[in-house]
């Protein structure tokens, strides 16, 4: 049976191909376009995934999308007349949205791909996250928690999954908070509030609030009141997101914290203003942190379960699941490398998979390396036109060389193997560096990443060997290994390992397990070896305002634009020295 | 080259000096200029990663660069004025006074290097003319004007190398590229003003069906959601993966 998931049209669009209960591929619509969170129908990204799968599109057995549009529709529709007349300026716009294409699903994906439109299934939104978090994990049964924005009506919802002997799949959601209600959204609203993007800026909010005290906390918990029943319930005076399409918060939120800050303003944590701003961010970090723990707990006590699998845009909070692994009785946190949306279209084909038809489950590859395979030999052909030395190394030879350079101080740009799903790289799509010394750090922000200097790198560490480096909770090195856990750096290294320990003392740490990254982990050990730390700074292979990069040759424009001094891709290495050869003066 | 103001730069000077006399404005527009510049280098950086032609990555490479450079100078004078400026959020007037408009809303990946050339030819040439015409009209402000005089240095070689590439890849039809890509902006900025406009007009119908449809409507969501319990909700039945509801 061939399914296609497919997400689409709110941010970070992205396809992947199921065959017989198997993942084949998939990959985000914003890696191939190079159109940060495109959110547009992925194209690009379904042609690559039939072409991964050696299919044409009626071949497919069915198209699976991740939400229900019409049930969307309901809900934007009651919410602009439940806020009559004050909706009168979001109405509009909402409905050119809708009716404008997002409404119309089925028909784009019957007409664009040419299936038949009974093929075409719908899934709900936290379905498919629920899906993605507990079917892709290593449990047979495990309590399942899910939470974003907003999906159809939903922003959270609280549930299990079983698999029983005969491989049944069962997905069961129990209870679910409505929108407007929505830890997700109070989550983004401040992200905006605080001058950063949504859907984007989310991670600069959790950097910022280690430098700040959560001054305000009183107050959040003045808008988020906890339920009798263990739920929340936001103020909606303090807000404008469900009304208006201007802004998410309210005159009332302005005058009880402030104005909020231009994104243009940038931050300086010496002023009061920059400290006001990073003790906003502390108090909302706090307070999510908080609910989401008593939430856990509640599912813990409810199921009696060990395993806990978290999903939706939320998850990728890592202080927070840090907190929850610690705090909610759970042993072991299962969170999905792609939590988001993008993710989703692995969650909705799995669900159609698993439970629409009923097939047996197949362990789930525990591995987020599905998109398309770096070439080395594009990277050496470009590289050798352009005059730049490059060589061709196995790997005896590689991995001391680059341990070498990347003691000796230098940056490096890291691809192997196929791209990761999701946020973060994991070893396939890195820039390296040195993680001893604070100036690394700001070096990368500065000329590298261009960034803001208050965000904090993130280290990668052989798994056996974390333990040694990092305070790990019981089954925090599980929760490390797609990097979602932010984790306290052990006292005595934290001097040594400047560059990715956080102004708290933290870092959101990458256990590398060999089974899944056997390269980078034999880099991370010939590392170790040369500097007797086998620790590594590991950020994602873009440039600010850019997607992670996909191809050689995006590695290689990235490396050109940037202080980034050798690329690596497959065995193929270059430095920045010009060859002998090189081009004439033109313009 | 040498960039020059155009004829209708040169007609709105007196609104180029009055835009331009006020700092916090100023500071605003060259924040806007600097993530159009960031905007334009990634194009640049796109359309070297996509050619074949390795002369032309390298000058694409070289011009990404200038456009970040370009980018991170804008949005430095501009932190500089607004940390000096009373605050002034107010009216900047992009559509009299814009900034570069880079590819100009072109898709690199579809296109062939000449179409691009000469594309970015025109909009080098026409940004740099409208940077020598704000340049006129900063007496008041050196620094700014000496960051638009450094800035028109670099536009005068991207108006250079693109036009010699042009005649390199396409020496016999490099006026008719360039007279196409003429009328693409034409069409492409009718294009924006038409669905601006379709833009404005659906709004306006949706609005009366807004207040002439909608309130007994309203009126029973409201009711209705007076009577939903606060916090947790049962889950939905789950509905057949056929539904769209």
Same mark, same amino acid.
């Given at each position: 049976?061939?399914?296609?998931?497919?997400?689409?049209?709110?941010?970070?669009?992205?396809?992947?191909?199921?065959?017989?209960?198997?993942?084949?591929?998939?990959?985000?619509?914003?890696?191939?376009?190079?159109?940060?969170? /495109?959110?547009?129908?992925?194209?690009?990204?379904?042609?690559?995934?039939?072409?991964?799968? &050696?299919?044409?599109?009626?071949?497919?057995?069915?198209?699976?999308?991740?939400?229900?549009?019409?049930?969307?529709?309901?809900?934007?529709?009651?919410?602009?007349?439940?806020?009559?007349?004050? !909706?009168?300026?979001?109405?509009?716009?909402?409905?050119?949205?809708?009716?404008?294409?997002?409404?119309?699903?089925?028909?784009?994906?019957?007409?664009?791909?040419?299936?038949?439109?009974?093929?075409?299934?719908?899934?709900?939104?936290?379905?498919?996250?629920?899906? !993605?978090?507990?079917? !892709?994990?290593?449990?047979?049964?495990?309590?399942?928690?899910?939470? /974003? %924005?907003?999906?159809?009506?939903?922003?959270? !919802?609280?549930?299990?999954?079983?698999?029983?002997?005969?491989?049944?799949?069962?997905?069961?959601?129990?209870?679910?908070?409505?929108?407007?209600?929505?830890?997700?959204?109070?989550?983004?609203?401040?992200?905006?509030?605080?001058?950063?993007?949504?859907?984007?800026?989310?991670?600069?909010?959790?950097?910022?609030?280690?430098?700040?005290?959560?001054?305000?906390?009183?107050?959040?918990?003045?808008?988020?009141?906890?339920?009798?029943?263990?739920?929340?319930?936001?103020?909606?005076?303090?807000?404008?997101?469900?009304?208006?399409?201007?802004?998410?918060?309210?005159?009332?939120?302005?005058?009880?914290?402030?104005?909020?800050?231009?994104?243009?303003? =940038?931050?300086?944590?010496?002023?009061?203003?920059?400290?006001?701003?990073?003790? *906003?961010?502390?108090? *909302?970090?706090?307070?999510?942190?908080?609910?989401?723990? /008593?939430?856990?707990?509640?599912?813990?006590?409810?199921?009696?379960?060990? /395993?806990?699998?978290?999903?939706?845009?939320?998850?990728?909070?890592?202080?927070?699941?840090?907190?929850?692994?610690?705090?909610?009785?759970?042993?072991?946190?299962?969170?999905?490398?792609? =939590?988001?949306?993008?993710?989703?279209?692995?969650?909705?084909?799995?669900?159609?998979?698993?439970?629409?038809?009923?097939?047996?489950?197949?362990?789930?590859?525990?591995?987020?390396?599905?998109?398309?395979?770096?070439?080395?030999?594009?990277?050496?052909?470009?590289?050798?036109?352009?005059?730049?030395?490059? &060589?061709?190394?196995?790997?005896?030879?590689?991995?001391?060389?680059?341990?070498?350079?990347?003691?000796?101080?230098?940056?490096?740009?890291?691809?192997?193997?196929?791209?990761?799903?999701?946020?973060?790289?994991?070893?396939?799509?890195?820039?390296?560096?040195?993680?001893?010394?604070?100036?690394?750090?700001?070096?990368?922000?500065?000329?590298?990443?261009?960034?803001?200097?208050?965000?904090?790198?993130?280290?990668?560490?052989?798994?056996?060997?974390?333990?040694?480096?990092?305070?790990?909770?019981?089954?925090?090195?599980?929760?490390?290994?797609?990097?979602?856990?932010?984790?306290?750096?052990?006292?005595?290294?934290?001097?040594?390992?400047?560059?990715?320990?956080? *102004?708290?003392?933290?870092?959101?740490?990458?256990?590398?397990?060999?089974?899944?990254?056997?390269?980078?982990?034999?880099?991370?050990?010939?590392?170790?070896?040369?500097?007797?730390?086998?620790?590594?700074?590991?950020?994602?292979?873009?440039?600010? %305002?850019?997607?992670?990069?996909?191809?050689?040759?995006?590695?290689?424009?990235?490396?050109?634009?940037?202080?980034?001094?050798?690329?690596?891709?497959?065995?193929?290495?270059?430095?920045?020295?010009?060859?002998?050869?090189?081009?004439?003066?033109?313009? | 080259?040498?960039?020059?103001?155009?004829?209708?730069?040169?007609?709105?000077?007196?609104?180029?000096?009055?835009?331009?006399?006020?700092?916090?404005?100023?500071?605003?527009?060259?924040?806007?200029?600097?993530?159009?510049? @960031?905007?334009?280098? +990634?194009?640049?950086?796109?359309?070297?990663?996509?050619?074949?032609?390795?002369?032309?990555?390298?000058?694409?490479?070289?011009?990404?660069?200038?456009?970040?450079?370009? @980018?991170?100078?804008?949005?430095?004078? #501009?932190?500089?004025?607004?940390?000096?400026?009373?605050?002034?959020? #107010?009216?900047?007037?992009?559509?009299?006074?814009?900034?570069?408009?880079?590819?100009?809303?072109?898709?690199?990946?579809?296109?062939?290097?000449?179409?691009?050339?000469?594309?970015?030819?025109?909009?080098?040439?026409?940004?740099?003319?409208?940077?020598?015409?704000?340049?006129?009209?900063?007496?008041?402000?050196?620094?700014?004007?000496?960051?638009?005089?450094?800035?028109?240095?670099?536009?005068?070689?991207?108006?250079?190398?693109?036009?010699?590439?042009?005649?390199?890849?396409?020496?016999?039809?490099?006026?008719?590229?360039?007279?196409?890509?003429?009328? @693409?902006?034409?069409?492409?900025?009718?294009?924006?003003?038409?669905?601006?406009?379709? #833009?404005?007009? #659906?709004?306006?119908?949706?609005?009366?069906?807004?207040?002439?449809?909608?309130?007994?409507?309203?009126?029973? @969501?409201?009711?209705?959601? +007076?009577?939903?319990?606060?916090?947790?909700?049962?889950?939905?039945?789950?509905?057949?993966?056929?539904?769209?509801?």
């Amino acid at each position: 049976m061939r399914i296609l998931g497919i997400s689409a049209h709110y941010h970070d669009s992205a396809a992947a191909l199921l065959i017989d209960g198997m993942p084949i591929c998939a990959v985000q619509e914003e890696r191939l376009s190079r159109r940060k969170n /495109d959110a547009a129908f992925p194209l690009s990204a379904i042609e690559w995934c039939l072409e991964q799968g &050696h299919l044409e599109p009626e071949q497919l057995d069915a198209v699976v999308f991740y939400e229900k549009p019409m049930l969307k529709f309901d809900r934007i529709l009651t919410i602009a007349l439940r806020g009559f007349p004050r !909706t009168w300026r979001s109405f509009p716009r909402a409905m050119q949205n809708a009716l404008g294409g997002k409404l119309w699903v089925k028909g784009i994906i019957a007409s664009r791909l040419g299936v038949r439109s009974d093929r075409i299934l719908f899934c709900e939104h936290h379905q498919s996250h629920a899906a !993605t978090a507990f079917l !892709t994990a290593p449990v047979q049964r495990a309590a399942i928690l899910t939470a /974003d %924005g907003v999906g159809e009506w939903a922003t959270l !919802t609280l549930g299990r999954g079983d698999i029983d002997d005969d491989g049944q799949a069962r997905i069961g959601i129990s209870r679910e908070l409505r929108f407007p209600h929505s830890l997700g959204m109070l989550y983004s609203t401040f992200t905006a509030y605080l001058g950063f993007p949504v859907n984007e800026g989310e991670y600069k909010v959790m950097g910022l609030a280690a430098y700040g005290r959560p001054a305000f906390e009183d107050l959040l918990w003045r808008i988020v009141r906890r339920t009798p029943d263990g739920g929340i319930a936001l103020d909606l005076s303090y807000f404008d997101y469900h009304e208006s399409a201007r802004r998410g918060w309210s005159r009332k939120l302005v005058d009880a914290l402030g104005p909020p800050r231009d994104p243009r303003d =940038p931050i300086d944590l010496s002023t009061p203003e920059g400290q006001r701003c990073a003790d *906003v961010a502390a108090s *909302v970090q706090r307070v999510v942190e908080e609910i989401l723990v /008593d939430l856990a707990r509640q599912l813990q006590r409810e199921t009696g379960l060990p /395993d806990l699998c978290l999903g939706g845009g939320v998850a990728l909070n890592g202080v927070a699941n840090a907190r929850i692994l610690r705090e909610s009785g759970f042993s072991n946190l299962y969170v999905p490398p792609a =939590p988001g949306d993008a993710g989703c279209a692995i969650g909705a084909a799995l669900y159609a998979d698993r439970i629409h038809f009923g097939r047996r489950h197949g362990a789930f590859p525990d591995h987020p390396y599905w998109g398309p395979v770096v070439d080395a030999s594009e990277l050496a052909h470009i590289a050798a036109e352009d005059g730049f030395e490059a &060589h061709r190394l196995t790997e005896p030879e590689l991995l001391p060389r680059i341990a070498e350079e990347l003691a000796q101080g230098r940056i490096v740009g890291w691809m192997q193997g196929a791209c990761e799903l999701g946020p973060r790289a994991l070893g396939n799509r890195s820039i390296l560096a040195a993680p001893h010394d604070a100036s690394m750090r700001e070096h990368l922000n500065r000329s590298i990443k261009y960034r803001e200097e208050f965000r904090p790198f993130a280290p990668a560490v052989p798994i056996e060997l974390a333990d040694r480096y990092f305070e790990l909770p019981r089954g925090g090195a599980r929760l490390a290994r797609f990097m979602s856990g932010v984790f306290p750096v052990r006292t005595e290294w934290r001097e040594r390992l400047a560059a990715v320990t956080h *102004v708290d003392g933290t870092a959101r740490v990458q256990t590398v397990d060999p089974s899944m990254a056997p390269r980078f982990h034999a880099l991370l050990h010939a590392y170790g070896a040369r500097t007797g730390i086998p620790v590594l700074l590991n950020t994602s292979f873009n440039l600010s %305002g850019e997607p992670i990069v996909n191809r050689a040759v995006e590695g290689y424009s990235t490396f050109r634009r940037s202080d980034i001094d050798l690329l690596v891709a497959g065995d193929a290495l270059v430095t920045k020295r010009r060859s002998a050869q090189t081009l004439p003066e033109v313009a | 080259m040498h960039p020059v103001p155009s004829p209708v730069d040169r007609l709105l000077k007196p609104l180029h000096r009055w835009i331009w006399a006020d700092a916090g404005r100023r500071a605003r527009k060259l924040l806007r200029f600097a993530e159009t510049e @960031a905007d334009g280098g +990634r194009d640049l950086a796109r359309a070297a990663e996509l050619t074949r032609d390795p002369v032309l990555r390298r000058l694409f490479f070289r011009h990404a660069g200038d456009e970040q450079r370009h @980018a991170d100078l804008f949005a430095r004078r #501009g932190r500089e004025l607004l940390a000096a400026a009373t605050a002034d959020r #107010g009216f900047e007037a992009n559509w009299l006074a814009p900034g570069e408009r880079g590819l100009d809303d072109l898709r690199v990946e579809d296109e062939a290097d000449e179409t691009l050339l000469a594309f970015l030819h025109l909009s080098e040439q026409a940004a740099a003319g409208r940077f020598a015409a704000y340049a006129e009209v900063l007496d008041a402000d050196p620094q700014t004007r000496a960051l638009f005089a450094r800035i028109l240095e670099d536009e005068a070689f991207h108006m250079t190398y693109t036009r010699k590439q042009l005649a390199r890849l396409s020496p016999k039809k490099q006026g008719l590229r360039l007279w196409q890509a003429r009328a @693409a902006r034409i069409w492409s900025a009718y294009l924006r003003l038409a669905s601006a406009v379709a #833009g404005v007009l #659906g709004r306006l119908l949706l609005l009366v069906q807004y207040f002439l449809l909608l309130p007994p409507f309203a009126l029973l @969501a409201k009711r209705a959601a +007076r009577s939903e319990p606060v916090g947790f909700a049962p889950a939905r039945r789950p509905m057949p993966m056929k539904s769209q509801y």
